[in-house]
């Protein structure tokens, strides 16, 4: 999977996906595999009403099957109803804090770049990316383009993921996202598991080869998990724990209150706070 070739002055969008999605008529969702295929030709009539292209949309969809993996993924969130003292014990929150203090000190003129041009210090960034793949250490196998189309499908979410298989239309238009790309189980791509929609929003070239890789790249990934942390709100200098005035812009990568408080505790130890 690369997200190759994605300058981000192509964060622009095409006329196709700029206009309003129209959804009237929109596919109608369902709750078992059963009509998943009527779904698919339905979303893809409806896709092709507002502008997206034949060609992409054969392309995309030409090896997108429901998912169950996805929809097991999705219902079976246990961690998150876990106290703080679980949680951080079943995700590894200790092996975090200790690996990324290497990461901070080893990568330490990326991170002091990052945190000039978006206000964002490393222990967060750190956080992020170690309780998402372990520091790149694994991306997910699910077939991504299956999964965002399930979870537009699934009655529970219909709406929220059908925006983000619009935007992952938009990113193999763009030839940013491979039609095989695999990742998480929710569709999300890269080291720090953007979903669709915030590649096209958030997504910055880190390392300045003019391209946008959050797969291969982890400058790219990080730079780009900063641009959404402070198009969230974030403010440069300002505190990060519960209460204070950061923590709202952590809210907004993960909805559950114990991975946001995670994220804190972990972003501070490895800060040295």
């Known amino acids: 999977m690369r997200l190759a070739n994605f300058l ?51 392309s995309a969809f030409a090896n997108v099957t429901y998912s169950p993996a996805t929809i097991r993924a999705d219902r079976g969130q246990k961690s998150f109803k876990l ?46 990316w170690g309780m998402e793949t372990g520091f790149g250490g694994f991306l997910g196998n699910e077939h991504t383009l299956s999964a965002v189309a399930t979870l537009a ?17 938009q990113l193999v238009a763009n030839n940013s996202l491979s039609t095989s790309a695999r990742g998480a189980a929710h569709g999300e791509i890269g080291q720090t598991q953007f979903l669709p929609r915030n590649v096209v929003k958030f997504g910055v070239d880190g390392d300045g080869d003019r391209r946008i890789d959050l797969v291969h790249s982890k400058a790219d990934a990080l730079a780009s998990t900063a641009n959404f942390l402070r198009g969230n709100g974030w403010q440069a200098g300002a505190g990060y724990q519960p209460g204070e005035p950061n923590f709202g812009a952590l809210t907004q990568w993960n909805a559950a209150t114990v991975y946001q408080k995670a994220i804190a505790h972990i972003g501070a130890r490895i800060d040295g706070e």
């Open 8 to 58: 981000t002055t192509a964060c622009l969008v095409t006329a196709a996906f700029a206009g309003a999605i129209n959804t009237a008529n929109a596919a109608q969702c369902g709750n078992t595999s059963a009509g998943f295929a009527s779904w698919v030709d339905e979303f893809k009539a409806e896709a092709a009403g507002n502008g997206i292209s034949p060609g992409v949309l054969n």
């Open 83 to 128: 106290s703080f003292e679980q949680f951080m014990q079943k995700r590894g929150g200790n092996a975090i804090i200790s690996r990324g203090k290497g990461m901070k000190k080893n990568n330490a003129a990326l991170f002091s770049k990052i945190e000039q041009r978006y206000g964002v210090p490393a222990g967060p960034l750190l956080a992020i």
């Open 153 to 169: 499908y699934d009655c529970r979410r219909s709406d929220y993921f059908t925006d983000q298989l619009y935007a992952a239309l």
